[in-house]
């Protein structure tokens, strides 16, 4: 009789979870590492296997912007010139980019989306801007892989500045 009622309440269980499952496809981050003068190196290795959406908020993984140019040959990474002021993500992303950016000073600002065989795919001129900006940028008709975000900001008094973020494009 008790293994009837476990049986029937498991089968329950089962049915009821069914329908809210998680996604099964895994994509594999970097968690952690480090750079010396001539290697890089990363410290395990993490699966990703969904964004969790809840509320109108995002959870992911993330990714680690790479630290030296050893691996890319890029020198301007993005959180090193413009530190809090830009922010893109999320990281990975699949449909819907977002670009956001909190500037302190007037200036023209240049976006830019590169395809890891350093081809220019999108390009977006904002213009001049001060304070806040944002941009969706879809990425339906993107390869699945690494892209950057390269950010050009050339403020009116100053010198140019130039940002790249790496994000990786995640299959849907």
């Known amino acids: 009789m008790k293994k009837n009622i476990y049986l029937s309440v498991l089968v329950f269980i089962i049915?009821?979870?069914?329908?809210?499952?998680?996604?099964i496809t895994p994509h594999i981050l970097n968690n952690g590492g480090g750079s010396a003068t001539s290697m890089e190196?990363?410290?395990?290795?993490g699966a990703s296997i969904a964004p969790f959406l809840a509320g109108g908020l995002g959870l992911n993984t993330g990714v680690?912007?790479?630290l030296t140019s050893l691996v890319?040959?890029?020198?301007?990474y993005g959180p090193a010139v413009f530190g809090n002021q830009i922010t893109v993500g999320p990281n990975p992303v699949s449909n819907l980019l977002h670009f956001k950016a909190r500037l302190s000073q007037v200036g023209n600002l240049t976006i830019q989306l590169i395809d890891a065989k350093s081809a220019?795919?999108?390009?977006?001129?904002?213009?001049?801007i001060y304070g806040s900006y944002d941009k969706d940028i879809q990425m339906q008709g993107y390869p699945d892989g690494v892209l950057y975000v390269r950010v050009y900001f050339k403020p009116?008094?100053?010198a140019a500045k130039t940002g790249v973020y790496k994000?990786?494009?995640i299959a849907n």
């Open 167 to 169: 994000i990786i494009k």
């Open 72 to 76: 890319t040959g890029i020198n301007e």
């Open 120 to 128: 220019i795919v999108y390009t977006q001129e904002a213009g001049t």
């Open 64 to 66: 680690l912007q790479p």
């Open 15 to 23: 049915i009821q979870t069914s329908g809210i499952a998680q996604s």
């Open 156 to 158: 009116n008094n100053g």
């Open 41 to 45: 190196w990363s410290i395990g290795e």
